[in-house]
């Protein structure tokens, strides 16, 4: 493991901090740095809040947690990497610090600075709930989510060998396109939304027209959930009908999709040119 003065000296990596913008994203921090479990926000700082909050996991189970701040350390976490790492504080400095430990705990850090996401992630999985890979009762982003994340971004999951960057997107874009349905199609749109946003934190003249893809994507997840709403509202009075006959009810809606989501995710994937 790396020692905390060259876990420092990765922390302004650009791949670094796409992985760990990708964790909070996934984490569905509302506050940042300043996130309780369940995006209650407190205030001091000074230390790890040690707050106790009650949950139910996906299974009906109830449990317990004390997850605080961008990347939702426990308590018991949080204390054994400020005691290994000298971390005095739970500021965003220090919160990042312990995200990239954690990564490199987990052998997952030499992963991120080859640009291989996916395989970072899935050695992530015992450490975020959230992350595709995790086996955890509580709800996780999809791989069709954070494929879309880092496409957004000019990127992919995994580097492939052997073929230029841009070479390697276009393969990804006609993989997506062609896996692309009713189901997942939500999981795209959000992942590409989210991705976009990571890099725009405000508008100016050099990222207008990313802003303008931002909008764009964004009314696109409005009109597909819109559609969403209809189609299974369309597949409960279907299936009350079937019922009555005694059939067999269907399991899925067929979902129409608004006419321009393909263009506006295509161009998503893309990135800011």
Not at 26 to 54: C, Q
């Amino acid at each position: 493991m790396r020692t905390r003065a060259e876990l420092e000296q990765l922390a302004s990596d650009p791949k670094v901090q796409q992985m760990l913008g990708f964790i909070r994203t996934a984490e569905g921090v509302k506050h940042g740095y300043n996130t309780g479990f369940g995006n209650e926000r407190f205030d001091d700082l000074s230390k790890h809040p040690n707050i106790r909050k009650s949950f139910k996991q996906t299974d009906g189970r109830s449990n317990t947690t004390s997850a605080a701040g961008a990347y939702q350390f426990t308590n018991k976490t949080w204390n054994g990497l400020a005691d290994q790492y000298g971390l005095s504080d739970f500021g965003p400095v220090a919160q990042d610090l312990g995200a990239i430990a954690l990564l490199d705990q987990n052998g997952a850090l030499d992963d991120v600075l080859q640009g291989d996401f996916k395989g970072a992630i899935d050695k992530s999985g015992g450490t975020w709930a959230s992350l595709p890979s995790s086996n955890y009762k509580q709800p996780k982003k999809s791989w069709d989510f954070a494929n879309q994340y880092f496409a957004a971004q000019g990127g992919s999951l995994a580097p492939a060998s052997g073929i230029t960057p841009a070479a390697s997107r276009a393969q990804e874009d006609t993989r997506t396109a062609s896996s692309m349905n009713p189901i997942n199609a939500t999981d795209l749109v959000a992942g590409a939304l989210a991705g976009l946003s990571a890099q725009t934190p405000q508008i100016d003249s050099q990222n207008a027209f990313l802003a303008l893809r931002k909008e764009q994507l964004k009314g696109e997840a409005d009109r597909l959930a819109l559609a969403s709403i209809g189609s299974e509202a369309d597949l409960s009075r279907t299936n009350a009908v079937r019922s009555f006959f005694g059939e067999e009810p269907l399991k899925m809606a067929t979902r129409k999709l608004p006419s321009a989501f393909e263009d506006a995710l295509q161009e998503a994937m893309l990135g800011a040119t």
